[in-house]
């Protein structure tokens, strides 16, 4: 049994904001906080609890922020800490809450405590990285070639598991989680809510058996960060690495003071062999994932967490669903899909107007650290065509273009010149357009969020699957009491389905059309309480 606290998450609906791409305040051609305070209210009526910020500290942003060398401060393109209470205040007084991007697993190679530390082995701060004389292993970098670097002031080797410019901490020095924790408290008093965690299973190292994660002192450290009196009970949400529920047990139960709930990663493999190559597949594999978590959390008293996206996925219509004609149909039946299973919605900007993957015929077009090395890479072995192939599909920037917000000539991101180009679909997909639309996604999720929140049944109801493996749709029912829903998702061909029980006429779907003899059309989704 979940407690009361534990299962009021569950009506959280967070909405994830990529700064740099959301809105432009200033001109100067980068989203800011300023940029995302304009939009509060528009987040509010579509039905978000809480926002999530990707990191918005100071940095050299090799990596978008993702290498902090600054905890403490706002990084100077998206603002100042007047701007970030401000942008606190805003929130709160709108009874939304703000949840941040903590990245305990590596500082920028600028931050003050690496520049001290590769001074030598004597200072404060020598051992607040992992330094080698020769490297220990042959662990790989996520951006490709050795995780590990020279640096020529120490003498020595340090770890980075990401770009050469983010090093490793290393939490097996005391004083590196002190510092965590300092930061997490900071933060705290100044107002945040909750926080994401980035890939929070890697500040455990397992030299040992040689795996850059999931350490034998995990546990231990993400307990100290959040099982603390001041900390227990805040929202958390892991980027995990976790494959199997043991794990994630160990990770998300109540009782054990750690996450509140995990990003796993496991659908995210839909509609690709690797992170670069398409693979053709269809929502049945999206399904299949999904209804396999679902199990195994709802087994254990786990909170799942729902999400199709975020700033490091393309998105998911692109590459199980349509998004070209049916872009509406698929965007819509995704959403009646996911989110209304058992769980906490997670909500990718531009997701809520069925903002699609981009494309561009030069690899100018493109900044993303990781897209970059891969290209390089790709280069050695095939066309500059076939590589740039790969990056329009794969590319974190799939995620990363500016929001288009409307049809004027830089899409209502900014009036001054974008500091990645605008999507390649800007002028077709906005949110003016679609809320022109008589087929809007955006109206599509705000009626999904406003029936979630009417009835209790969508968020904490028992799930049952109706459909079998083999349907090419998906059909299941949340139970609470005597109230039941069922929602049924159609997926690419058209279908007969039909439900063993009468119901009433939709409360939500995305086609407006009568369904009472059992046709579906592709992607057509339909919403019903069971009479
Ligand atoms: C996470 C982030 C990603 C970043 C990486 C290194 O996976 O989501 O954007 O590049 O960690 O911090
Ligand atoms: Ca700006």
Redesign the pocket.
Known sequence: MLSKHYEDQLHEVIYQIYPRSFMDSNGDGIGDLGGILQKLDLLRDLGVTAVWLCPCFQSPCD?NG?DISDYRDILNDFGTMEDMDRLIEGLHARGMKLFLDL?PN?TSTEHPWFQASRQGRDNPYSDYYYWFDEPPNDWQSVFLGSAWAFDEKRGQYYLHS?AKR?ADLNWSNPKVLKEMQDIVDFWVDRGADGFRI??IDMIAKDFQEGKNGFGPHLHEYIHALFGREKTKGLFTVG?SGVTDIEEMIRHGAEERGELTTLFLFDHMECGREDKFTRKPDSMKSLRDRLLHWQRETDAHDLLHSLFLEN??QPPMISRIADDGEKRYESATDLAAMVYLMKGIPFIYQGQEIGMTSARYGTISDFDDIESMNAYREFCQSMSEREALEKINFGSRDNARRPMSWDDSGKGGFTTGTPWIPLHSRHGEISLEKDLKSERSVWRFYQALLRLRREHEALVTGRLDVLSSREDPFLVYTRTLGDERWVIVCNFEEKQQISLPFPCEAPALANLSRKTEDGTYLPYECAVARVR
Do not use: I, S, T
């Open positions: 990596d993702y990245v590596h990401f983010q980035d890939v980027e700033h490091d």
